[in-house]
C-alpha cells in the first residue's frame, strides 16, 4: 500500500491569484495523478505525471493552467493558475503501485475561489 | 474507450437491510474492474477489485461484487448496511491492455438509515 499526504488540505484563495499543492508519498511510485473532483461529482483526470518527463495533460486541461511538477519519485506539486471562481473543487492526488492496478489516494485539497 | 455508468446519484436504506449498487461499463477491450469508498471528507479507497480469475470478489467489511462479463456489470452488494457504511461509492474500470487510464463512474451516494 502507500501513504500519500496533501498540503494544504484546504485553502481559500482570491481570483487571479495562484495555488501550489503538494502530494507526498511513503514510497517510490512511478506514476502519480492529479484529478479533480466538483462538489457532488465524480473524479476528473487533470493530468498524469511521471518522474523525468513532462506531465501528460487531460483534455480541457493546459499546462499554462496547472503547471505540475515532479522533482523525484516521493512529490509532485499541482499549482493552479489565475483562479476563478470555477476552479473550486477538491483536488486529489493519487498513485499506482507497480503491478497493482490499483490505485491509492491522498485526503485531498479542498479549493474555494472567491 | 470505456465508460461507467452508476445507475443511481442516491440510494437511501435502513440499517441492517440489504442494498445493491449497480454499475454498468463499456469497453472494446478488456478492463479491470474496482469499487472505492470515499467517506465524508476523506479521499478515495479501494474497497474491492476484479482482474481475473472468480467472477464473486469480496472485502473485507462485507461488501461484495460480481464480474457479469455478458450484462458488462459489476454491481456492488452488502446482505446487511451499517450506518458507518454511509459513504460515496465509485465503481471504475481500467483497460488491462497497458496505457493505464482508469475511468471513474459519476458515483452513488448510500445513506443508511437507523
Known amino acids: 500500500s502507500a501513504v500519500i499526504s496533501q498540503k494544504p488540505s484546504r485553502d481559500i484563495c482570491q481570483r487571479g491569484t495562484s495555488l501550489t499543492i503538494q502530494c507526498q508519498v511513503d514510497?517510490?511510485?512511478?506514476?502519480m495523478f492529479w484529478y479533480r473532483q466538483q462538489p457532488g461529482q465524480s473524479l476528473t483526470l487533470i493530468a498524469t505525471?511521471?518522474?523525468?518527463?513532462?506531465?501528460?495533460?487531460e483534455s480541457g486541461f493546459v499546462i499554462d493552467k496547472f503547471p505540475i511538477s515532479r522533482p523525484n519519485l516521493t512529490f509532485s506539486t499541482l499549482t493552479v493558475s489565475n483562479m476563478s471562481p470555477e476552479d473550486s473543487s477538491i483536488y486529489l492526488c493519487?498513485?499506482?503501485?507497480?503491478?497493482?492496478?490499483?490505485?491509492?489516494f491522498g485526503p485531498g485539497t479542498r479549493l474555494t475561489v472567491t | 474507450a470505456q465508460s461507467v455508468t452508476q445507475l443511481d446519484s442516491q440510494v437511501p436504506v435502513f440499517e441492517e437491510a440489504p442494498v445493491e449498487l449497480r454499475c454498468n461499463y463499456s469497453?472494446?477491450?478488456?478492463?479491470?474492474l474496482f469499487w472505492y469508498v470515499q467517506y465524508p471528507n476523506q479521499g478515495l479507497q479501494l474497497l474491492l477489485k476484479y482482474l481475473s480469475g472468480s467472477t464473486l470478489v469480496k472485502s473485507i467489511n462485507g461488501f461484495e461484487a460480481e464480474f457479469n462479463k455478458s450484462q458488462t456489470s459489476f454491481h456492488l452488494r452488502k446482505p446487511s448496511v451499517h450506518i458507518s457504511d454511509t459513504a460515496e461509492y465509485f465503481c471504475?474500470?481500467?483497460?488491462?491492455?497497458?496505457?493505464?487510464?482508469?475511468?471513474f463512474g459519476a458515483g452513488t451516494r448510500l445513506f443508511v438509515k437507523a
Open positions: 505525471a511521471n518522474q523525468g518527463s513532462e506531465a501528460t495533460y
Open positions: 471504475a474500470v481500467s483497460p488491462n491492455t497497458g496505457g493505464f487510464k482508469t475511468i
Open positions: 514510497s517510490q511510485v512511478t506514476m
Open positions: 469497453s472494446s477491450v478488456s478492463v479491470y
Open positions: 493519487s498513485v499506482e503501485l507497480a503491478a497493482s492496478y490499483e490505485q491509492y
